[in-house]
């Protein structure tokens, strides 16, 4: 079994399905914003498409994936109540 070490030093037992946590976690998320409205709300203001669950685990463009965050959480800061100004490309 594989065996993956944490800062303090501690042994975890991974198993063989750690590889594909990734994966659960972004659905995850995707289920969360789905929840505040985010294929609604966020695609409409920023005329941006809808991520699909698996957006953030696999690395495709990486400037497209962090303009995407970036503006997803100034939509979630603003969703909050927060004056905050949307990134810029």
Known sequence: MEERRQSRGEVVDA????????YVLMES???KLKLLNYDT?????????????HYFALQTNPGEQFFM???????????????FDSPQE
């Open 15 to 22: 198993g063989p399905g750690y590889a594909y946590m990734i």
């Open 29 to 31: 998320l995707l289920d």
């Open 41 to 53: 709300e966020f695609s409409q203001e920023f005329k941006m498409k809808n991520i699909n669950r």
């Open 69 to 83: 965050f970036s503006s997803l959480a100034a939509w979630l800061i603003r969703k909050c109540g927060v004056k």
